[in-house]
């Protein structure tokens, strides 16, 4: 299964190599062009009848994860948080180091020698060490240097009959859902990027999108699904089993009505369940494209994904096959010019 | 079998204390090559015997004790979504749980992620705290009706965790305490293939350790031996732990002193770690709970007691790290001091 490889492929933001040639090496029989610039975005282009609307989709390849920033007297590795992650889901995990992948942990005090309060607060990060088993300095810095990202050693698998478990949903289902798409062919022009650094504050797809300057985008995420106890219905933000969640507004984005409307109306006429992000929090890589220029009309379809930017996310397969199959509906729509689009939308 | 093998076998397996049963066996099968005898007691524990050459009417009995039960959680409430709320069973950190992969033993070995309240609902205060065990559940990813049909309350659930080689001769993974002991005891009897020794030599997995040193109380009954050695874990040096309570990975196993140790086998331990160039280290223990010493000393009219233990970092959390070198040079330590060991120097632990 092709998101099993994108979730165990490692591809901390600013190191997304391995994540990188997995995709490339995956899409490049289905592309007419593939390159990569100078950010290290990966962007693919198939081409189309200009006549058409060029359409950009995009979807984020790097994840949240952790960066070496010294290594201690005593073997262990002291690192800061790459991305958003609460710091509570770190202690007593296993990470990978580097790009040898060197297997590490992140232990805490032993229960036995804490107080009672102390369980009461989280620890800090500072107080948590990746510890490779190296015996001191020396012997750690034969096999890591400072600047080397980890990240969690989660291995995919099938949860429950329709749902699956793996690390870095946000957004390798971005991007499986993407990489299936190009494997079909529509009429109009058709871009996909594979973003970088998006965790860390939308860095890549703006740039990349910058040169392809398409008529319309549709971002693809893995957004988080808060359906579970402790919150309450009316702020889930969406539902796994739900279908694709529709993005109305979040901290960077109104997206596109225009666009928005017709991705509904597909949904509609296929009969495909949707739902909407019912969260105005965070943002995604539509926030910088649909800024740029004089502004291009941008949408986010996402799979509800729940434990984001934690070790292990799970996910449904029937919203992962919607939402593939909403997608697909709504380009072979743009190819029959099935839309009335105007630019300046 | 090599010993990090047998290690590496028995942490990836589950044993939560009062459910042994996998370990137990896994253990005596391994054992089978290097004994003479094998039974299991009406708790559980696996006690083998491996007989000394010394003459039947004054052989001492020695015991090598390590614990094979692990620390778990248990299913307390299935929600009306399917959620499973849950409680520990032993000494757990609730700050170590949440974002692990579990495996729940319903009527299928059920796969699932313990989840809170996401980030982004909780307010400003709670995000500071800990995340609470009441506000912490496990996701089947499966509806109600389905994990209805597989889980019920009581079931036993596990952090899911394969163990893993590190840089050196370091190990990381789950229940290393104290199956980490109990792979000392096998390389103690793989010594012991090649030394003579008078004493019979019984080597027990003990059960429900970590619920309060129960298994070492019916089997050292059973037993009567005349020397009883606990081998257990004991604490790494770390970050945020003063050193007097730690001690350090790969420089030998910690050789007890404090009130539960017999201060003459504590001595001869000692004396032949020297004589065989066996790097040790000392421990000090004021309390005697915690370990199955405190259970074997006071059996019956009372038996002389030690403690050997290997340190270990992070107790308790899914990701304990040792050195393997401190089973293997533990394993030495106990085998020459088993071959020296006769029915003089066990008359004399009686001598105050």
């Known amino acids: 299964m092709l998101l099993a490889e994108l979730s165990e492929a490692i591809g901390v933001s600013g190191a997304e190599y391995e994540i990188r040639d997995l ?143 793996g690390k870095a949903f946000d957004d390798r289902v971005g991007c499986s859902v993407l990489m299936e798409l190009l494997r079909n062919d529509y009429d109009f022009p058709l871009y996909g990027v594979f973003s970088v650094q998006e965790e860390v504050g939308l860095r890549g797809a703006g740039v990349a999108a910058y040169d392809i300057n398409p008529d319309l985008t549709i971002v693809i995420e893995g957004t988080t699904a808060s359906d579970v106890p402790g919150s309450k219905e009316h702020v889930y933000s969406t539902t796994v089993g739900e279908g694709p969640a529709l993005t109305m507004m979040d901290m960077t984005i109104i997206p596109n009505r225009g666009l928005m409307q017709s991705i509904i109306e597909t949904a509609e006429d296929t009969n495909i369940g949707y739902q909407f992000r019912r969260s105005t929090a965070a943002g995604t890589d539509a926030g910088r494209i649909h800024l740029l220029k004089e502004g291009i009309p941008t949408a986010v379809v996402s799979v509800p994904v729940r434990y984001i930017h934690s070790p292990a996310s799970l996910l449904n397969l029937d919203d992962y096959e919607a939402t593939k199959n909403l997608l697909n509906e709504f380009c072979k729509r743009l190819s029959s010019g099935g839309f009335n689009f105007e630019k300046d939308n | ?226 020397i009883g050695i606990a081998i257990d874990v004991c604490h790494g040096e770390m970050p945020g732990v003063s050193d007097e309570e730690t001690a350090n990975l790969g420089e030998g196993p910690v050789i007890f002193l404090g009130p539960q140790v017999h201060p003459k086998l504590h001595k001869k331990l000692k004396r032949i770690a020297q004589e065989f160039d066996i790097s040790y280290q000392i421990g000090t223990s004021t309390s005697p709970r915690g370990t199955d010493a405190f259970a074997i000393q006071v059996t019956r009219s009372g038996i002389p007691t030690a403690l050997v233990s290997i340190p270990l970092r992070y107790m308790h959390t899914s990701v304990e790290t040792l050195d393997l070198n401190d089973i293997k040079k533990g394993g030495r330590l106990l085998a020459n001091f088993i071959s020296q060991v006769d029915s003089e120097f066990v008359e004399g632990l009686r001598c105050f």
């Open chain 1, 23 to 165: 995709i490339r090496e995956e899409i490049k029989e289905h592309v007419d062009e593939i390159r990569t610039d100078a950010l290290g975005n990966l962007i693919v282009h198939k081409e189309g009848d200009s006549s058409l609307p060029t359409l950009l989709l995009a979807a984020h390849m790097d994840e949240i994860g952790l960066m070496v920033t010294k290594v201690e007297k005593n073997g262990l590795l002291s690192f800061k948080p790459i991305g958003g992650i609460d710091k509570r889901v770190l202690v007593s995990k296993k990470v990978v180091v580097g790009k040898d992948k060197i297997p590490g942990v992140i232990g805490a005090k032993a229960i036995h020698l804490q107080r009672p309060s102390e369980r009461k607060r989280p620890l800090k990060i500072k107080q948590l060490y990746i510890d490779i088993g190296a015996k001191d300095d020396k012997a750690a810095k034969k096999v890591v240097n400072i600047g080397d990202t980890a990240t969690f050693a989660t291995k995919f698998s099938q949860l429950g009959p329709k749902t699956v478990k």
């Open chain 2, 1 to 226: 079998m090599e010993s990090k093998d047998f290690l590496k076998s028995l942490s990836n397996k589950t044993g939560v204390s009062g459910t042994e049963e996998e370990i137990t066996k896994a253990v005596k099968e391994v054992f089978g090559d290097y004994i003479d005898e094998s039974r299991t007691d009406a708790l559980g524990n696996l006690i083998t015997l491996k007989r000394g050459e010394g003459k039947e009417s004054d052989k001492p009995q020695i015991m090598l004790a390590a614990h094979i039960d692990e620390i778990g959680l248990m299913v307390k409430e299935i929600d009306e979504k399917g959620f499973l709320k849950f409680t520990t069973v032993g000494g757990i950190d609730q700050r170590t749980l949440v974002g692990q992969e579990v495996l729940v033993y319903g009527k299928e070995v059920v796969k699932g992620i313990i989840g809170a309240k996401p980030p982004h609902v909780q307010d400003k205060k709670e995000q500071k705290q800990a995340i609470k065990l009441k506000d912490m559940y496990i996701d089947l990813g499966r509806n109600v009706k389905e994990v209805k049909g597989l889980v019920e309350v009581g079931d036993l659930i596990v952090v899911t965790r394969e163990f893993c080689d590190l840089e050196g001769n370091r190990v990381s993974g789950k229940s290393l305490d104290d199956r980490a002991g109990v792979t000392m005891v096998l390389e103690c009897l793989k010594e012991l293939q090649r030394l003579k020794h008078a004493s019979d030599v019984y080597g027990v997995a003990t059960v429900q350790e970590e619920v309060g040193v129960r298994g070492a109380t019916t089997s050292t009954y059973g037993i009567v031996p005349d």
